[in-house]
T-cell receptor
Framework: DTAVSQTPKYLVTQMGNDKSIKCEQNLGHDTMYWYKQDSKKFLKIMFSYNNKELIINETVPNRFSPKSPDKAHLNLHINSLELGDSAVYFC????????????FGPGTRLTVT | RKEVEQDPGPFNVPEGATVAFNCTYS??????FFWYRQDCRKEPKLLMS???SGNEDGRFTAQLNRASQYISLLIRDSKLSDSATYLCVVNRDSSYKLIFGSGTRLLVRP
């Protein structure tokens, strides 16, 4: 019973392509997040949704667009991929009252060639 | 300057050793503090919260020094399974946003 799942786990694609990563949680949480972890292992918040409403939108290129169809799902679409987008993307979820306790998915390792 | 700074390590210690990591944060308005653990090529997981009075969970002790703006994690009687990267995390204003340090790597050898 995976709590937070992401697909795909690995994604290798060429510059200029458009790709999506999907995230689902079955914990009953109302808040979901996307993080990017770069090659230096620095984990940085990109977006967060609470009850399908965007609440965190960091300084991220507008090629990145999150979508939350419902509380249990948060997808990330990336247009016109660039070499610098290569990283591990983690989805996470939490309850509103315990936002510090975030449960992370296994990550999607994106490689742009 | 990064908002949360950690010594990247690695700290290489024998089993049974006691090891301590420090972390400093720059924003004095920071309100909540945590340690997360990340195993190699895995996702981060919450290890423990850090309270002003200090807190202990088995072999792990976390301390907060607000005046000096640093957080510490002490691991006693290190096990091989403690080998991981320890991430210092700060919540600035009780919002949903967590600020992660880049982590301190611990290697426990037999």
């Amino acid at each position: 019973d995976t709590a937070v799942s992401q697909t795909p786990k690995y994604l290798v694609t060429q510059m200029g392509n458009d790709k999506s990563i999907k995230c689902e949680q079955n914990l009953g949480h109302d808040t979901m997040y996307w993080y990017k972890q770069d090659s230096k292992k620095f984990l940085k918040i990109m977006f967060s949704y609470n009850n399908k409403e965007l609440i965190i939108n960091e300084t991220v290129p507008n090629r990145f667009s999150p979508k939350s169809p419902d509380k249990a799902h948060l997808n990330l679409h990336i247009n016109s991929l660039e070499l610098g987008d290569s990283a591990v993307y983690f989805c996470a979820s939490s309850l509103s009252g315990s936002s510090y306790e975030q449960y992370f998915g296994p990550g999607t390792r994106l490689t742009v060639t | 300057r990064k908002e949360v700074e950690q010594d990247p390590g690695p700290f290489n210690v024998p089993e049974g050793a006691t090891v301590a990591f420090n972390c400093t944060y720059s924003n004095s308005a920071s309100q909540s503090f945590f340690w997360y653990r990340q195993d190699c090529r895995k996702e981060p997981k919450l290890l423990m919260s850090v309270y002003s009075s200090g807190n202990e969970d088995g072999r792990f002790t976390a301390q907060l020094n607000r005046a000096s703006q640093y957080i510490s994690l002490l691991i006693r009687d290190s096990k091989l399974s403690d080998s991981a990267t320890y991430l210092c995390v700060v919540n600035r204003d009780s919002s949903y946003k967590l600020i992660f340090g880049s982590g301190t790597r611990l290697l426990v050898r037999p």
